[in-house]
């Protein structure tokens, strides 16, 4: 597949397919991204681009009249905390445009890192994967293909603002990516629209290990040096209830318990938030469940609980209130081994 693609010949792009044209479209003024579903393995298909995932804060950026947002997903501005990526695209050239992508910052290793981005370090970069609006054309009804080809198009690079890397071998691009230390890739169809704020399965993110989101109801007390956290017990929410999934007692370090531990004493509560009586070895402290933890995991049980779970993170990115039960992971439309020098160019690049 790779090779018919390489003997394709070049085609030429007419100029006015390089920039968007149309009748103007505003957006609504709360924008949810698009998000990804579960997949078990990268594939290469010449129907699929694929880009590397990053560990960030995702965010949708509006530039429009000279002034810049930056929200989260949980709509939070995030301009004061990154003003130096508000400066970068408030100095594109452009009237108005609302693009998609990820802030990430990075270690002194040059990685990208989570706990810098907690810090709102100075090295922040935005990474744009996607251009929902551009000069007033609502392009989120138009293929990604040619989303991605308006936006290297039409996106000024700088130091603090990137366009993300894409490519069509999804399986070198995961070798690669998880030898730089990311966190694995995401695939997406050449056809597919941008679907607002809904998880799709023209979206697919591989990663290195399983992790899922889950909102904290609860805690119980440890011993020793863990006495202040035992293990914190998360869940999602199906409808109004909120399911319990397990409970996660490793992954933590003193730094994590002390700084969970607090966040926790300022949301208890007297009564069980979860839907179900839950069998636990120890006394339960419960909370309001209003914050979310990334959770590394094998698998679920029979009974539909996690097995062998791990603390990650806190995702303050993320509304609590949006956490579902994640999907099992889909099985790919086929895949072809990469060439070990296919990885190398790719590392190169990234």
């Known amino acids: 597949q790779l090779e018919h693609l390489a003997s394709r010949p070049a085609q030429r792009t007419p100029a006015l397919r390089l920039v968007p044209a149309g009748k103007g479209s505003a957006l609504p003024a709360k924008l949810e991204p698009m998000q990804a579903e579960l997949g078990k393995v990268p594939f290469n298909n010449p129907e699929w681009i694929w880009e590397p995932k990053l560990d960030g804060y995702r965010a949708i950026a509006r530039v429009s009249a000279g002034r810049v947002e930056l929200r989260s997903r949980k709509g939070l501005d995030l301009v004061a905390d990154f003003p130096a990526v508000a400066r970068e695209l408030l100095a594109q050239s452009v009237d108005a445009m609302v693009l998609d992508g990820e802030l990430v910052a990075f270690d002194v290793?040059?990685?990208?890192?989570?706990?810098?981005?907690?810090?709102?370090?100075?090295?922040?970069?935005?990474?744009?994967?996607?251009?929902?609006?551009?000069?007033?054309?609502?392009?989120?009804?138009?293929?990604?293909?040619?989303?991605?080809?308006?936006?290297?198009?039409?996106?000024?690079?700088?130091?603090?603002?990137?366009?993300?890397?894409?490519?069509?071998?999804?399986?070198?691009?995961?070798?690669a990516a998880i030898a730089s230390g990311l966190e694995g890739v995401?695939?997406?169809?050449?056809?597919?629209?941008?679907?607002?704020?809904?998880?799709?399965?023209?979206?697919?993110?591989?990663?290195?290990?399983?992790?899922?989101?889950?909102?904290?109801?609860?805690?119980?007390?440890?011993?020793?040096?863990?006495?202040?956290?035992?293990?914190?017990?998360?869940?999602?929410?199906?409808?109004r209830k909120l399911r319990y999934a397990s409970h996660v007692g490793s992954?933590?370090?003193?730094?994590?318990?002390?700084?969970?531990?607090?966040?926790?004493?300022?949301?208890?509560?007297?009564?069980?938030?979860f839907s179900e009586k839950i069998a636990l070895n120890a006394p339960a402290v419960w909370v309001e469940p209003q914050l979310v933890a990334e959770v590394r995991y094998q698998d679920w049980t029979d009974d539909g609980h996690l097995r062998a779970p791990v603390f990650l993170r806190l995702r303050e990115d993320l509304p609590a209130k949006a956490i579902r039960r994640p999907a099992q992971a889909t099985q790919p439309p086929g895949k072809v081994p990469a060439p070990q020098s296919a990885v190398d160019d790719i590392l190169r690049q990234l």
């Not at 941008?194 to 909102?215: C, Q």
């Not at 933590?252 to 938030?273: C, G, H, M, Y």
């Open 109 to 175: 290793t040059g990685k990208p890192s989570f706990g810098a981005m907690q810090s709102r370090s100075a090295s922040a970069v935005y990474y744009c994967f996607d251009l929902l609006s551009f000069e007033g054309i609502d392009l989120r009804a138009r293929p990604y293909a040619e989303r991605r080809r308006f936006l290297a198009q039409c996106l000024l690079p700088s130091p603090r603002v990137q366009l993300v890397h894409a490519q069509v071998d999804g399986v070198a691009l995961h070798a």
């Open 251 to 273: 992954g933590f370090d003193d730094r994590a318990v002390r700084s969970i531990r607090k966040r926790l004493d300022e949301l208890q509560r007297t009564s069980n938030p």
């Open 186 to 239: 995401v695939g997406k169809r050449r056809d597919a629209p941008y679907e607002t704020g809904k998880r799709s399965a023209a979206w697919v993110k591989v990663k290195a290990t399983i992790s899922a989101d889950f909102v904290i109801g609860g805690y119980t007390k440890g011993n020793n040096s863990r006495a202040a956290l035992g293990a914190l017990l998360v869940g999602y929410w199906e409808g």
